[in-house]
């Protein structure tokens, strides 16, 4: 670790939380239908959808809308990765993908996990990346932001059922914060060397004389979108370490800012909604708190080098750079590392499979945590918010009175729901793992041996349930069971999580809010930082200790005493 | 009853039983083991699971023993897991065991009474024997002197004294009488003097007492929402770590072997949390039995919870803040007499008047002045007090003393009250006092200040319950001016003057419709509808029916200061809960560290630098911390019976003081605790 690394890392993450104030509020206005400026192309929207923005929906109401949208949205993608063969704009005469595939891929990109199992640029059609994966980039982080901001108003409001209208967050959520922000960061990073066309793959000539074919594409933009909706699905099947994706230093900077802006931004728009922005900095702060211990732990253990390779008197000047890109560094993969996994993006600078085995720990435990530090758009902070209420409930009892989070009561109904949403987790990624680590349709999927193997399996459903899409690599993604499987892990993070949310908000917003004392809990200030951080160590983390032990800490204290797998 | 009881000093309710009284605790193990039947274990999921596990690892230990394989790790494993059941099912037992002896003399008082029902209502000769529970609503029973009431019930005809000990504790008998706030009685309780003639109230086996009974024996113990939401919690984490557990069996398949039944079984019980799903249902009949120790009956486990979660306190002025009657506090003497010689006039003034008033002129002119009442002196006559004069005093042979109000006085000895004490008299009425005017030989002296005392100390708990983030309410009939006054002295939050029934409930109405919860004593029936409204409702024993079926608490002792411990006591319920949960959920960290590289150190010995705490074998491991996990349970019993102390510091500092004793104690603690079992172990040589 170097001074200049650190000092990498503080200025992005600077450049986040000093972007973060302004943009929370402002969706916390946009939330409350204060920003105007594309009225018309709203009405536009709303008369060619037939949809009255105004309508109040409750919980339910407001769920089976997201359900219904996100279920056409996935048929849709579906079809259209199906018949791509068929459809304009595959100047490269692309099949269509099998059906294993297209269902895997359609889930991933409609539940905001953008787990590719397939190569990006040489199985899907310029049609396929647009039309499909791009609108599902946008729609899924909208449908996470919408479901935030519904859980938000939840908190705010006593005595309803109104959470707001589905399908007026999600315009207005795309239209003022996604597409704006999208094309700005598109622009930049065109400027910054991506490519953004629509002519065929260009061929060349090397050296050696040698005909080589080089992908392109218009992927600027929907590189943008990639990070800003924590989508993370490349362009390019190397994602942000392909020169394309990632040609400098400065784009993967850009790109982690991207990531972390609108997640961190969001736990202050929750602080705007409920009338008191410490509330939703005490969340800010634990998400920083762990972006910066992960960033840390990756840094350390890649920064110190591999301990065999030392042995060998080979320079670790540089430490273990197997699998990354010399022109990003340690810091930044290891900030990148710790945030889009942290963040539920899944973008990826390096291979985490080449990583040493702490600092492919660190990501695979960031998943595992729930996807809240910062967590997805949307649903970093409603998962957060989960935590905190179950924070407030053990720890609330001990101040003496019924536990209470901003004035709502957290009674049997929310710690029942609360604890539904956190069983998804372990339930999808332990259960899936143990199952396939024994049944030889899928232990076929993993080449290596020994806990590294074990690794992958447990990175893949971690990645997927947890809404990631990262891979730690060497798995043989694409086959039908672990399309299947994938999938369906997929769907529980997303859905199965996101439904016991919704029915908290309904409950929390039908209750009167308790008014304050000194005698209640308080939820700002350091000590609720502290706990909340230890909370979500501890109700999220502990139970992937056994399945951790037997997989990267296992390999490491093997490492350690020479052994390799 | 005497409501000018010191505070603090409300008689309580039996002795504490003791956490070692042999024949409770020989009780309770029996009860432990009745309370294993897994149909009434299935109401606590934690213990329910350990029990399962229990069951099935008891089976392996027996299969490998009638295969003549070892079978001494499976069974020890079994042992302790049985244990660990059995002293979550005793802790229990403990609990309930304490409130049984009372629970006895209380069915004892019930059940020798005889009932005296009368034919006719207006023939008190008529009557014919009933047993107590062959009584109706509505039936009319004469009761005797030596009589005991055989039933709730209402005064209709007479006056008597009664004893109330066998409800209350307190043997010093009080008077009840038809019409007014004191016409309740209670069953079970005996007529020491005179007759009565009692409307039965209560249907048979619905009787205070019977409820009193069924209340500290635990039998109407049903699970507060609190605890209903902590259940729930707590079967999550266990699915949770079953899912972990389970999920073992495939993982570890993968490079070795996976862990056997047993070890998977001890992993998983000692991350459950097992120690607070233990305790849940005895610090929670602790809670109602402190109350019931505190001489305070709550109709549910709900209430004291709701007492816990109290914002603001509605206190009557009279009996609560002040004594409920004036006494001297001040002289104002007149122009030209100095304090002194008005404070002696003032005395021999009042050396004949036995009323507390007049005593406590003399006690506070020796207070202040020093000035000792002599006695009588020969040729002394006592003039009393006529509703007619107004006046009394003493005629002495050197002169005539009198005191009484300022008008009757000034009239009486034909003078004017000179203009700077009219004008004392006035600001001492302004601020709800009373002036008594002194008088000697037609020369108007000065005058006596005489109010309603603040009780000493009352205004340090008004802070304290401040600190706690609790508004308190005066209630008062008195008006706003005095009201204000008195308020300002006793340092409470807000006031309610000249209230009337319907302002107190329209003020708790409003209180809870900014969402905060009211609580509030009362004794009369005009009372009721507050009471019934009130979060916390605490009715006085002695007062009527109307107000005691409406609060969700009785006090036995009729204080309403007591108001303010009660909310104490919902707290202490509540942070012992959450404390002990902590703990519990911490204690999982070391327990990592103990069975983790224990089970994996075969299939990966380099896991072994993760025994932090260098235990001897993978075995010993595992059953120290099994054993640990156990002995915590049987540890925390006399916390989870006395409860956490609460001190009123603000919610911010006693999270911190908790959160490090509970949170940090609960990582630290089971790190040395099983190590000390291993090293116990190892040297006995078992493992």
Known sequence: ?565 | MDTMMPMGQATRRGRAAAFTDRTLLGRAALDALRKLSPAKLVRNPVIFVTEVVAILVTLLAGLDAARGQGFAFQAGIAIWLWLTVLFATFAEAVAEGRGRAQAESLRRARGEARAKLLVRADDRALWQPRGATELKLGDLVLVEAGDIIPSDGEIIEGIASVNEAAVTGESAPVIRESGGDRSAVTGGTMVVSDWLVVRITAAPGSTFLDRMIALVEGAARQKTPNEIALDILLAGMTIIFLIAVASLVGLASWNGRPPSVPVLAALLVTLIPTTIGGLLSAIGIAGMDRLVRFNVLATSGRAVEAAGDVDVLLLDKTGTITFGNRQAAGFVPAPGVAERELAEAAVLASLGDETPEGRSILAYARERHGTVAPALPEGAKVVPFTAQTRLSGLDLPDGQYRKGAVDSLSGSLGVAIPPALAEAVERIARQGGTPLAVGRDGVVLGAIELKDIVKPGIRERFAELRRMGIRTVMVTGDNRLTAAAIAAEAGVDDFLAEATPEQKLGYIRKAQGEGRLVAMAGDGTNDAPALAQADVGLAMQTGTQAAREAGNMVDLDSDPTKLIEVVEIGKQLLITRGALTTFSIANDVAKYFAILPAIFVASYPELGVFNVMRLASPESAILSAVIFNALIIVALVPLALRGVTYSPVGAAALLRRNLVIYGVGGIVAPFLGIKLIDLFLTLIGVA
């Open chain 1, 1 to 565: 670790m170097t001074l200049i690394g650190w000092a990498q890392i503080a200025l992005v993450l600077a450049c986040v939380v000093a972007a973060a104030v302004p943009l929370g509020r402002y969706m916390a206005a946009v939330a409350a239908g204060r920003v105007t400026f594309l009225a018309p192309v709203e009405r536009v929207v709303y008369a060619a959808a037939g949809i009255d923005p105004r309508q109040a929906q409750g919980w339910r109401g407001y769920t089976l809308a997201m359900l219904a949208a996100n279920a056409a949205g996935f048929l849709l993608l579906y079809a259209l990765l199906r018949g791509q063969a068929v459809l304009p704009l595959n100047p490269q005469g692309l099949d269509g993908l099998t059906p294993w595939l297209a269902f895997n891929t359609a889930v991933s990109f409609v539940t905001n996990t953008n787990w590719q199992a397939y190569g990006g640029e040489s199985a899907l059609s310029y049609f396929s990346q647009m039309a499909g994966l791009t609108v599902q980039n946008f729609l899924s982080a909208a449908t996470g932001m919408a479901l935030a901001l519904a859980v938000c108003r939840a908190f705010a409001r006593s005595g309803v059922k109104d959470l707001g209208n589905f399908w007026s967050d999600l315009v207005r959520m795309t239209l003022y914060v996604l597409v704006p922000l999208s094309l700005l960061v598109g622009f930049a990073f065109v400027a910054m060397g991506m490519p953004q066309t629509l002519a065929p793959f260009a061929e060349a000539t090397t050296l050696e004389g040698a005909r080589q074919v080089i992908p392109l594409g218009p992927a600027a933009f929907q590189i943008a979108i990639k990070h800003l909706g924590t989508n993370g699905g490349g362009f390019f099947g190397m994602n942000s370490a392909h020169p394309f994706e990632g040609p400098t230093a400065l784009t993967s900077a850009l790109q982690i800012w991207s990531q972390q802006v609108i997640p961190f931004a969001l736990a202050l728009t929750f602080g705007a909604i409920v009338g008191d922005i410490r509330q939703g900095r005490a969340l800010l702060l634990v998400m920083l708190a762990y972006v910066l211990a992960g960033t840390w732990a990756v840094y350390g253990s890649e920064a110190g080098g591999n301990p065999l390779h030392l042995a060998l008197g080979i320079d670790a000047a540089q430490g273990n750079m197997e699998g990354k890109e010399v022109r990003f560094g340690q810091a930044l993969v290891a900030l990148f590392t710790a945030t889009t996994t942290g963040a539920s993006c899944g973008a990826v600078n390096a291979m985490f499979e080449s990583f040493m085995p702490l600092g492919g720990l660190v990501p695979l435990f960031l998943i595992q945590l729930g996807e809240v530090l910062p967590g997805g758009v949307g649903s970093g902070l409603y998962g957060m918010l989960v935590f905190a209420l179950l924070a407030v409930f053990v720890a609330g009892l001990m101040v003496g009175r019924t536990p209470e989070y901003l004035g709502k009561k957290v009674q049997a109904r929310e710690v029942k729901l609360a604890m539904l949403a956190v069983l998804v987790l372990p339930a999808a990624i332990l259960g899936f793992t143990a199952v396939a680590l024994v049944l030889p349709a899928a232990v076929a999927s993993i080449p290596a041996t020994g806990p590294h193997g074990l690794s992958e399996m447990l990175y893949a459903y971690s990645s997927a349930a947890g809404n990631n899409g990262s891979a730690f690599g060497g798995i043989t993604a694409d086959t039908p069971w672990m399309d299947v499987t994938l999938g369906i892990a997929m769907m529980l993070g997303r859905f199965a999580y996101a439904v016991p949310v919704m029915a908290i908000a309904g409950s929390l917003a039908a209750k009167p809010r308790v008014a304050e004392s000194v005698g209640s809990f308080p939820t700002h200030g350091p000590l609720f930082v502290g706990l909340l951080a230890g909370v979500i160590l501890i109700l999220g983390g502990l139970q992937f200790m056994p399945a951790l032990a037997l997989g990267p800490l296992a390999e490491h204290v093997s490492l350690l005493a020479g052994k390799t797998f």
